[in-house]
């Protein structure tokens, strides 16, 4: 139990377009989503948080309009790069917390390595 | 206050030996602190994890040891094989409230055979 898949896996796009990943908790309703953002070699970078129907909270250099998150059910978290750059180039990772009594649990997807020419 | 600090950065262990990394961390809020194994080009894989009022939890080879005075906490992995080589997290949250995690920055460690 407490999958989460991510798709795609792998995205290449030009300078300028946008990008949409989907994060979904396949066996399991996900209060709370999680995205993060990792370079090679890195740690994890937390980006935001987000609950169902409510709007994501965003960490501290995080850009809103850059990085839409949409959290429309408990099973299913977008992650939309608008206008992407190169610099926007990395690996992608959502995370999923569920229920209350394992509320401290997050779930890992696979990843999403998005690489903007 | 809100940083994990993972040492070391990287370690070569020789197979069947014990390899140990190191956490430490400054905000005694936290009361959450699992560990984190990535492979290359996946997504982290909760290992094992701790509360503060233990100070040893085991499962299988890995065990977690937990220091809540001096603020530190440590794995073990007992017997390492090859298919333990990987990327080590540790990590501390705050139950309550957002249960935002905080990553230590990892540890490469690679098992010869």
């Known amino acids: 139990g407490a999958v989460v898949s991510q798709h795609p896996s792998w995205v290449i796009c030009k300078s300028g377009t946008s990008v949409k990943i989907e994060c979904r908790s396949l066996d399991f309703q996900a209060t709370t989503m999680f995205w993060y953002r990792q370079f090679p070699k890195q740690s994890l970078m937390l980006m935001a948080t987000?609950?169902?129907?409510?709007?994501?909270?965003?960490e501290q250099g995080v850009e809103k309009d850059k990085f839409l998150i949409n959290h429309a059910s408990l099973t299913l978290s977008t992650l939309t790069v608008t206008s992407a750059h190169p610099e926007d180039s990395s690996f992608y990772i959502c995370?999923?917390?569920?229920?209350?009594?394992?509320?401290?649990?997050?779930?890992f997807g696979p990843g999403t390595r998005l690489l903007v020419l | 206050q809100q940083q994990v600090k993972q040492s070391p950065q990287s370690l070569i262990v020789q197979k069947g030996g014990i390899s140990i990394i190191n956490c430490a961390y400054e905000n005694t809020a936290f009361d959450y602190f699992p560990w984190y194994q990535q492979f290359p080009g996946k997504g982290p894989a909760l290992l094992i994890a701790i509360r503060p009022d233990v100070s040893e939890k085991k499962e299988g080879r890995f065990t977690i040891s937990f220091n809540k005075s001096a603020k530190q906490f440590s794995l073990h992995i007992m017997d390492s094989q090859p298919g333990d080589s990987a990327t080590y997290f540790c990590a501390a949250s705050i139950i309550q409230g957002a249960q935002k995690l905080v990553f230590g920055q990892g540890t490469r460690l690679t098992i010869n055979p």
């Open positions: 995370s999923a917390s569920r229920g209350q009594r394992l509320q401290e649990t997050q779930y």
């Open positions: 987000s609950n169902e129907g409510s709007k994501a909270t965003y």
